[in-house]
């Protein structure tokens, strides 16, 4: 079947591949029969054996996944404060007070690939190991791998390789919580034994990585963006899992330990915790909370200042919600810094349609009272406004003792 090449024949085949991957009724049997095509994924056609988690495939295959070391075990998450509702707004995502704590592990997997930017690690057997590789919204048999007819070129790399990289690690959320604690599963699995050749993540032109990495005294010729090479392979690729199952935005207290020691390893300053912020979303429609000039003025005398973070380095983050002790904004990714903010008291506000308690679950960790706020008035843009009474609540929240 001399399909790997370009020409006539193969887009043809290509797009009736692409077609009847698209038809929900069709798909699993036309990929089961794709599956059996002879070669790999390497040349054409999905990968060929079926997506399995890491420890079923180590429990099964020894030449597939040789070394699974395990580092965290099962436990439970505990959420020890309530999260306060300020006005009549309430939501039921904020009611899980206890959660299960999925185990971790690091895996060595020879002659690994990786598959960006929606990541897939897939196995030396040709096989997308399921826990690791998400594709959000698609089942595990339906990820990008297998629903493409052709990969991009695979790029062959020397050595040992830990991949950081996960499913929207581009964004800062996602980093800071999926993907960088992995660096602290490879280092305790391999108790202090020296970095491996290559560390792997999605993409460096966030400024946040490299500072991040740097912090962790990763230097930035050791990393390889999947953004430049979006289909690699390495010697051995050794794959930690994922600090909270599925990215669900619920993750461990460990996660949070190692978080704040990294922090505290370079903001050396001892000034009082007395910062007020309201998080910006500057040239952000979506999520954008429009305050009147009022509202502006109220937060000003009560001593916040409005703080554009996408414009400050990642360690002035840091240190900035160090010092803090007043935090509130919209919801989006600048609450993440929350986990360095230990006792501050935090408010979010949301529109009605997005509400998301990921940060609250981070300020559980920190010891920081949480209030949120459901806005229900929102305009065409996305952007959402609260009424000044409701304003007047939420500042009154974050000046209580």
Same mark, same amino acid.
């Given at each position: 079947m001399l399909i790997s090449g370009g020409g006539i024949i193969g887009n043809v085949i290509e797009t009736r591949y692409l077609f009847l991957m698209k038809i929900k009724d069709l798909r699993k049997p036309f990929l089961r029969w794709a599956m059996s095509w002879p070669g790999d994924s390497t040349r054409f056609g999905p990968p060929r054996l079926p997506p399995f988690g890491l420890e079923q495939i180590a429990r099964d295959d020894k030449g597939e996944i040789p070394e699974l070391i395990p580092v965290h075990p099962r436990g439970r998450i505990i959420r020890s404060r309530p999260? $306060?509702?300020?006005? =009549?707004? =309430? +939501?039921? $995502?904020?009611?899980? !007070?206890? =959660?299960?704590?999925? !185990?971790?592990?690091? +895996?060595?997997?020879p002659k690994g690939r990786l598959l960006g930017p929606t990541i897939a690690v897939i196995t030396g057997k040709d096989r997308v190991v399921a826990d690791v590789s998400l594709d959000w919204n *698609?089942?595990?048999? +339906? *990820? &990008? +791998? &297998? /629903? /493409?007819? /052709?990969?991009? /070129?695979?790029k062959n790399f020397q050595g040992d390789a830990v991949v950081l990289a996960c499913t929207g690690a581009d964004t800062y959320y996602h980093w800071l919580i999926d993907a960088l604690p992995r660096v602290a599963i490879a280092r305790t699995a391999w108790n202090a034994a020296a970095d491996p050749d290559w560390w792997v993540v999605n993409s460096l032109k966030p400024s946040f990585v490299a500072e991040s990495l740097q912090a962790l005294g990763i230097p930035r010729n050791k990393v390889v963006s999947l953004e430049e090479n979006p289909h690699v392979c390495f010697s051995n690729l050794w794959v930690p899992s994922l600090p909270c199952s599925s990215s669900s935005g619920n993750p461990p207290v460990w996660v949070a330990h190692f978080l704040s020691d990294l922090a505290a390893s370079f903001c050396t300053d001892s000034s009082a915790r007395e910062e007020a912020i309201f998080i910006e979303r500057k040239g952000l429609a979506k999520r954008n909370l429009k305050l009147s000039d009022k509202q502006r003025e109220k937060a000003g005398k009560a001593g916040f200042a409005f703080v554009a973070l996408e414009t400050l380095p990642w360690r002035e983050q840091v240190s900035l919600f160090r010092r803090a002790n007043r935090i509130t904004g919209p919801h989006g990714a600048g609450f993440s810094n929350v986990i360095f903010s230990h006792g501050a008291k935090v408010l979010e506000f949301f529109p009605k349609l997005s509400i998301n308690a990921c940060y609250y679950a981070l300020s559980c960790h920190s010891d920081c009272p949480y209030g949120y706020v459901v806005a229900s008035q929102q305009d065409q843009s996305g952007a959402f406004f609260v009424s000044d009474s409701l304003w007047d609540e939420g500042l009154a929240f974050l000046s209580r003792a």
């Open positions: 999260a $306060v509702p300020i006005g =009549s707004g =309430s +939501a039921d $995502v904020f009611d899980i !007070p206890e =959660s299960p704590q999925t !185990p971790t592990f690091l +895996a060595r997997i *698609h089942p595990p048999d +339906a *990820h &990008y +791998a &297998y /629903r /493409r007819f /052709r990969l991009p /070129r695979c």
